[in-house]
Every structure is written in C-alpha cells, then in structure tokens.
C-alpha cells in the first residue's frame, strides 16, 4: 500500500538556522505528495506539493521541498526557520484515486530562541 | 472568506451519550472529508463526499459512526454510542470542483474527550 514516512518524530534546530525534515514514501508510480504544517490548536496547513516535473517545489512560507526519485524521499527545507515555525510537520501522498491523502506521523518541530 | 467552519471547537462527552460533530464547508466547495487525528493512529480518512454524496466511507471504524452530508453547506459526523477510544480530534476538510484531496482546506477540528 502506499504510504509515507516520517523517520524523525521530534526535531530542535535553533532560529535562523537550516532546516531539513525527511519523507520516504513507498509507492509504485509516481506519487502526489504534500507537506502540510499544524500549529498547535490548529488544522492543517497546505505549505507545497509535488505532482510531476521540476522536482524543486517551492511553498509558502519560504519552504521548498525535493523529489527524489532515487532515494524515495520528499524532503521539506527551510534555509532560515523562524520561532514561529514551531508546528508539526506532516507529509502525505495522495492515494484511493486522488480523493485520499495519507499522511505520514508527522514531526514535531521545536525552534530553540 | 471564513473557512472551514467546525462546531463545537471542544466537546466532552460521558461514555455512551450520542455525539454529533458539525461542518460548514467552504462555499463553492464540492468535495467534504472527514478525518481523524489520534496519538496512536495519527491522521485517518474516515469519510468522503462528492457533491453532497458519500463515495468512499471505508475509513469509518464501525457501525457506532456515521455522517451526512445533507446540503452542500453542512455535514455531520455522529458517534452513537460513543466509547473512550473515540477521544480524538475531528478534522473536516473541504476542496474546489475537480480538486480532489489535492488542495484540501482543513477546519480547526472538534476536541472529543469521551470520560
């Protein structure tokens, strides 16, 4: 079945540094994927996705991610994170003939001031 | 423009007791998801409409579940009876004609604490 996955459950960079959270996902074609951000209290956020061509995908918020077909991943990055950037940060691919998203268990992300 | 509009932002609730959980989609909106957000299971689809009509509610966890989707503008998620493995966030997400699940708006979701 397809699914993604999240390898890193909590991760604390501090602010104006980089960042890099990783996706892999298993799937036999080319899948759909997505980032989504929840803040606390919050629902989920659409920052990016990814269906076919440039496999540089820029977001909102000043997030990009990659397609890599060769290492099955999606990775999210961030050249500078700001404190407001504390979410938790959940990839997805689209599954069920477009009409279902399938998320990974999402990374809580914690930026040290 | 509002959003996706759920309703009660937080419900706490005695085992047993009927539970119903409220929606508002976008306006303009075709497609209405329901999904659950829990420690163990993280995000669940539970259910799907399409121009007001269920079309894939195989994430439904059983027959103590339902929803309805009477109108384009409101859908409801009940829970009878409900049980303390229901506690969990409710999202209800919706998205444009033709969008899918590739540009779902989410709402803030519904807090169940079933004591």
């Known amino acids: 079945a397809q699914s993604v996955t999240q390898p890193d459950i909590h991760i604390t960079v501090s602010e104006g540094a980089s960042l890099e959270l990783r996706c892999n996902y298993s799937y036999g074609a080319t899948p759909y994927l997505f980032w989504y951000v929840q803040s606390p209290g919050q629902g989920l956020q659409l920052l990016l996705k990814?269906?076919?061509?440039?496999?540089l995908v820029q977001g909102i918020k000043g997030f990009e991610a990659e397609f890599k077909r060769s290492q099955s991943s999606f990775n999210l990055r961030k050249p500078s994170v700001h404190w407001s950037d504390a979410a938790e940060y959940f990839c997805?691919?689209?599954?069920?003939?477009?009409?279902?998203?399938?998320f990974g268990t999402g990374t809580q992300l914690k930026v040290e001031l | 423009d509002a959003g996706v509009i759920q309703s009660p932002r937080h419900e706490v609730t005695e085992m047993g007791q009927e539970v119903t959980l409220r929606c508002k989609p976008i306006s303009g909106h075709n497609s209405l998801f329901w999904y659950r957000q829990t420690m163990m299971r993280g995000l669940e689809l539970l259910i799907y409409f399409n121009n007001n009509v269920p079309i894939d509610d195989s994430g439904m966890p059983e027959d103590r579940f339902s929803a309805k989707m009477p109108n384009a503008s409101f859908s409801t998620l009940k829970i009878q009876p409900s049980e303390p493995r229901d506690s969990a966030v409710y999202f209800c997400?919706?998205?444009?004609?033709?969008?899918?699940?590739?540009?779902?708006?989410f709402g803030q979701g519904t807090r169940l604490t079933v004591v």
């Open positions: 997400a919706s998205s444009l004609p033709g969008t899918g699940a590739t540009e779902a708006f």
């Open positions: 990814y269906f076919s061509g440039d496999t």
């Open positions: 997805a691919v689209l599954t069920g003939g477009g009409n279902k998203l399938t």
